[in-house]
């Protein structure tokens, strides 16, 4: 099993998936990172996540 150790010294790459300012201040310090625009399916609305599970399902 590897040691968590080997992950230092390494080249930093980030996916963030979330609040588009992480994003900005990564790739500020030059820090290579993708955003990826993601929201919950039907803003988290039971009732509608309801109906697409139907409607997908």
Same mark, same amino acid.
């Given at each position: 099993?590897?040691?968590? &150790?080997?992950?230092? @010294? ?5 996916? &963030?998936?979330?609040?588009?300012q992480f994003y900005? +201040?990564?790739? @500020? $310090? @030059?820090?290579?990172?993708? $955003?990826?625009?993601?929201? #919950? #399916?039907?803003?988290? +609305? $039971?009732?509608?996540?309801d ?5 997908? @399902?």
């Amino acid at each position: 099993m590897k040691s968590i &150790n080997y992950i230092f @010294g390494k080249e930093l790459r980030v996916l &963030n998936i979330g609040l588009e300012q992480f994003y900005l +201040d990564l790739k @500020g $310090q @030059g820090i290579k990172c993708v $955003q990826l625009d993601w929201r #919950p #399916p039907a803003s988290g +609305d $039971q009732e509608t996540l309801d109906l697409l599970s139907k409607l997908l @399902g």
